[in-house]
Each structure stands twice: as structure tokens, then as C-alpha cells.
């Protein structure tokens, strides 16, 4: 019995079901990361060809695994927060993804190079939730002010 449950054959309802929610989340995953890329300003002239990608890389962190990750953990935290997380991605474009901006320091960037770990991840995601706007917990708060410090 417990087999039929879990979508052996004879019960294609889960397996149904699974394939639908499936869909439905990768639908939504699209969803998320084409409206990020509509707001990554500097993405859009990598995909234009206005710069490359490897200018992109060398002066700016917003295509860093750091970054990607952070905008990665974001999606769930932003539309369980707005139902208009569309809009609230435009304040992606008005910051400053610059390695040079002293903002990311002990965010993403320690010792002038950007790096990887849990807590740059964490801190970048924080830092990002803060700039588009959305509340903080304590700890992220706390953590921006420790960055910042």
C-alpha cells in the first residue's frame, strides 16, 4: 500500500500531482530570475553586447556565485513578502554592484577580494533585502550593522 502512495504504478495521482507542482515551480523559478535579469543593468549590456562578460566580472560582483546565491535565496523571502515582488525588484538597478563601492566591504568583499563562504552569502542576501526595502530580522539587521561597523 504504501508504495501505491508514493506514486507506483497503479496510482498515477502523486506521480500527477508531483509533475504539476513541478511545473508550476519551474515556471515560477523562470518567472523570478527573468525579472532579476530585466533590473541587473550591467547584465543587460553583457546580453547587448555593450560589455563583455569578463569586463562585467572584473569591476562588478553582480554576477559573483555570492551574488547569484544571495538573489537565489531572496526570491522565496521577497514573494512571501509582496505579492508585487515584480516592482520591487526595479530597486535592483539602483544599486551599486560596483567591487569599488565601500558598501560591500565585510559583505561580499574582505581583503579587496569577494568571497564565498555561508556568511558572505547570508550578508549579501541581508544587505540586498535591505536595499530593495523589505524588513530585516534582528539578526540581519544586526549582521548590517556589524558589516557596516
Known sequence: MAASL?????????????????????????????????????WRKVLNGQKSAQELRAAHISSHSTVLRAL??????LMAADPNWKERLAALQEIDWSKQNKEWQNVCIVANSVVSNRQARSATKTFIKSKLGMSLTDAEQRSLEKAAA
Open 6 to 42: 508514493l506514486g507506483a504504478p497503479g496510482n498515477s495521482r502523486p506521480r500527477q500531482r508531483r509533475a504539476a507542482t513541478q511545473a508550476a515551480n519551474a515556471t515560477l523559478l523562470v518567472e523570478y530570475w527573468s525579472a532579476v535579469a530585466e533590473n541587473m543593468v550591467d
Open 72 to 77: 537565489g535565496g531572496l526570491g522565496a523571502d
